[in-house]
């Protein structure tokens, strides 16, 4: 069982930055990929970042590619989340996630594949 907690969250102006952690809890954190997606008011969840295992390869959301940074420290059992040059429409609510293993090379993106998620922590972006 992992529990995940977001923070960090917040209203910020537009080419503002944040930056958002998500506390894991349990012993084996390393063997989970992690993964942050968001759900923006009426809209479907959608897939912002994801982790490996040790952190060597990530990938990204188009929408979010060159602004955002995803990475994670084991030894904290915390995963992060940079955003910069943030701009109205990454308005949302930010979810954590966590995975083991299988097929998440192929389907890192698809939330489904994802056993544990945080409560999410708000981010507002002001024009």
């Known amino acids: 069982q992992v529990q995940l907690v977001e923070s960090g969250g917040g209203l910020v102006q537009a080419g503002g930055s944040l930056r958002l952690s998500c506390a894991a809890s349990?012993?084996?954190?390393?063997?989970?990929?992690m993964g942050w997606f968001r759900q923006a008011p009426g809209k479907e969840r959608e897939f912002v970042a994801a982790?490996?295992?040790?952190?060597?390869?990530?990938y990204y959301a188009d929408s979010v590619q060159g602004r955002f940074t995803i990475s994670r420290d084991n030894a904290k059992n915390t995963v992060y989340l940079q955003m910069n040059s943030l701009k109205p429409e990454d308005t949302a609510v930010y979810y954590c996630?966590?995975?083991?293993?299988?097929?998440?090379?192929?389907?890192?993106?698809?939330?489904?594949?994802?056993?544990?998620w945080g409560h999410g922590t708000q981010v507002t972006v002001s024009s």
């Open positions: 996630a966590a995975r083991r293993g299988g097929t998440f090379f192929e389907y890192y993106w698809r939330g489904y594949d994802y056993e544990y």
């Open positions: 982790i490996s295992w040790s952190g060597g390869i990530t």
């Open positions: 349990g012993r084996t954190f390393s063997s989970y990929a």
